[in-house]
Nanobody, 118 residues
Framework: QVQLVESGGGLVQAGGSLRLSCTASGKISSINSMGMGWYRQAPGKQRELVAGFTSGGSTNYADSVKGRFTILRTNTKNTVYLQMNSLKPEDTAVYYC??????????WGQGTQVTVSS
């Protein structure tokens, strides 16, 4: 079993910044061996990928956040971060961390609310 715990959400004005954290624990050797990503789900919308690391270490971003969001990781702490700058009201959503282990099993965090006011 793998546990993912997110933190760092909150209320921020448009143009502001937030940094989300996701710490993995349990039966993992390192997050290097996992695909890790941030997803979000706004009310009435489907959950979508925001940013992610593949198990090979490459990154990908949704077009809507390119140039504003950065995904980072600290392997020694088994933590993945999402640095969000220049936030917009349309970034308001519950943000979830997802980890995929070898074998294709997915784990999800509990989610953290991000609200951007105009």
């Amino acid at each position: 079993q793998v546990q993912l715990v997110e933190s760092g959400g909150g209320l921020v004005q448009a143009g502001g910044s937030l940094r989300l954290s996701c710490t993995a624990s349990g039966k993992i050797s390192s997050i290097n061996s996992m695909g890790m990503g941030w997803y979000r789900q706004a009310p009435g919308k489907q959950r979508e990928l925001v940013a992610g690391f593949t198990s090979g270490g490459s990154t990908n971003y949704a077009d809507s956040v390119k140039g504003r969001f950065t995904i980072l990781r600290t392997n020694t702490k088994n933590t993945v971060y999402l640095q969000m700058n220049s936030l917009k009201p349309e970034d308001t959503a519950v943000y979830y961390c997802r980890g995929t282990v070898v074998g294709g099993i997915d784990y999800w965090g509990q989610g953290t609310q991000v609200t951007v006011s105009s």
